[in-house]
């Protein structure tokens, strides 16, 4: 069945520190990527996103490419600051409707 | 609202109690989902309503789950005779659109569901 695969954490990185977090996912069809991320106290917020294969989605800093042929979406930031501190979750949805599978989640710890 | 709003964020309850969650999407989004997220796991998907028309309850662990969304827009996720399993964070997630595979999807806070 669909499911997404992530890397266990927690991550421990000092600021500055570069982060990868990988994810791979199987998926019958073309899915939709997403990074979502949950930072303490708070909800779910997308963080990026990638539609189709080798798109490449960003925002704050972070980014992750749609590689079709690796099946994987890996999450990048070139320098990590103490407010990243949080859960990252890897995910996809390919129904009609956005009925999301979600990776177990990463969570991730940045340290002065 | 500005999000998505859900509640209560914490909820115990005994086991064999009645339990209901509340969540207010944004105002307009025709599409609503609930997920379960257990301690150290990711979301899962529980169900699926699109206006008041509930299209997907296949991820419902039990038929003591029961949801709906009467006018559209408030949805209530109801637990029958709680068990310790169903202890969860409940997420409520809303859409603007009839769910397009490339929608963001905007989550709720959550319900902490702690059965003792």
């Known amino acids: 069945g669909d499911s997404v695969t992530q890397m266990e954490g927690p991550v421990t990185l000092s600021e500055e520190a570069f982060l990868t977090i990988n994810c791979t996912y199987t998926?019958?069809?073309?899915?939709?990527l997403f990074w979502y991320v949950q930072y303490p106290g708070e909800g779910l917020q997308l963080l990026l996103k990638a539609t189709k294969a080798d798109d490449k989605g960003s925002n704050k800093g972070f980014e992750a490419t749609y590689r079709k042929e690796t099946t994987s979406f890996h999450l990048e930031k070139g320098s990590v600051q103490v407010s990243d501190s949080a859960v990252y979750f890897c995910a996809h949805n390919k129904g009609g409707y956005q009925k999301v599978t979600f990776g177990t989640g990463t969570k991730l710890q940045v340290i002065p | 609202g500005a999000g998505v709003s859900q509640s209560p964020r914490y909820k115990v309850a005994k086991r064999g109690q009645d339990v209901a969650l509340r969540c207010d999407p944004i105002?307009?989004?025709?599409?609503l989902f609930w997920y379960q997220q257990a301690l150290g796991q990711g979301p899962e998907f529980l169900t699926y309503f699109q206006n008041e028309a509930q299209l997907d309850k296949s991820g419902l662990p039990s038929d003591r789950f029961f949801a709906e969304r009467p006018e559209g827009s408030v949805s209530t996720l109801k637990i029958q005779r709680t068990q310790q399993e169903d202890s969860a964070v409940y997420l409520c997630?809303?859409?603007?659109?009839?769910?397009?595979?490339?929608?963001?999807?905007?989550f709720g806070q959550g319900t902490r569901l702690t059965v003792v």
């Open positions: 105002s307009g989004h025709v599409s």
């Open positions: 997630a809303s859409t603007p659109s009839r769910g397009e595979r490339n929608t963001e999807a905007f």
């Open positions: 998926a019958t069809g073309y899915p939709s």
